[in-house]
């Protein structure tokens, strides 16, 4: 794919010629939008998270925004999350009135850590939402006990992990609530695109109602009884969430490659380690125990205040290395509230030596030792 002169980008989809020919098909029929490729898709994501229930939405962004409405998150309720994170984990609590809480993460895998998020909630925390950074999942077995003793669900947003497992549950089945992203640097896409899935069958009904405006389509639920055959209601707001026949084509395709991108994204993280590990300068990505990641991004830290030098260097070498994250309250919008720099000293230090180097499933084994010699050249 990538040749030498080309920047070799941090991530990228991988579309092959099924994927395309699921689209055609898809646009050569009756249904642009809402119509048998939803639900395949759907199913296809169930499949993936245990059997439980899976909503399609227009964007993983779009998935929190349900997720939270869905469990009834606004004014007076706490979210507890990430600062490590995308901003549409917290700013989605906000938009829905809430207030987010962060707490700090660990210093080596920078998933937030069990023992910061139980010294910040309180019967107020309503959802506590762990990013499964980089593609580990978070430690869910250490929140969901604190979640449970102040009457809080546990959300993951899974941008990142979809395919990966923790003590042998897969992503979609390890929170009470996950979301999902599609965007095209994610693991599989849509272009745009995200999902939601719940344990709680009331609650991804909510979510389907969410995402399609909050009409009510279940005659045993109507307010508004003998309107007629054609009757479906609003009882609560929604939006248009809805992601089209066309893009869930591309994701069932995408999903049914789901093996085959993992490992090879795999391979390319072995290779990281094996030739990454001893070089001076830098730490390769933390692991967690018993889990079996989907890495979506390789982060290492670069040491002795090297990182925007390192970054500058490998950008100019055709490197397209990315810095993830910065820590969300740092944000302006944030700051604006009151949130303070020195929040979370453990994520403000991942971030100060934090570089992402290219990770996707289109790239050769040439590329992925260019991106080592060159690293190791500018540390050396
Ligand atoms: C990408 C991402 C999102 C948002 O997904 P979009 O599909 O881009 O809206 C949310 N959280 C995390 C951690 C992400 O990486």
Redesign the pocket.
Known sequence: MSSVGAMLPYGRQSIDEEDIAAVVEVLRGDWLTTGPAVAAFEDALSAIAGGLPAVSTT??????HTAYAAVGVGPGDEVVTTPL??I??AATATLRGATVVFADVDEDTALIEPASVEAVVTERTAVIAA?D?AGQPADYAGLQPIADRVGALTLA?A??SIGGTAAGVPVGALADVT?M???P??NVTTA???AVIARDGTLARRAREFHRLGMVRDPDRFVLSDEGPWHQEVQEFGLNYRLSDVACALGLSQVRRLGEFKRRRTEIVTRYDAMLAEVAGLRIPGRREDVDPMW?LYPIRVLGGRRREVFERMRSAGIGVQV?YLPVYRHPVYAELGYRRGLCPRAEAYYAQQLSLPLHPSLSDADVDRVIETLTGILR
């Not at 964007?59 to 929190?64: E, I, K, P, Q, R």
């Open positions: 964007s993983g962004t779009a998935a929190l994170t995308f549409a984990t990013v950074y947003d941008a990142h979301t992203s599609f965007f640097t994610k745009e695109g995200g979506h993830n």
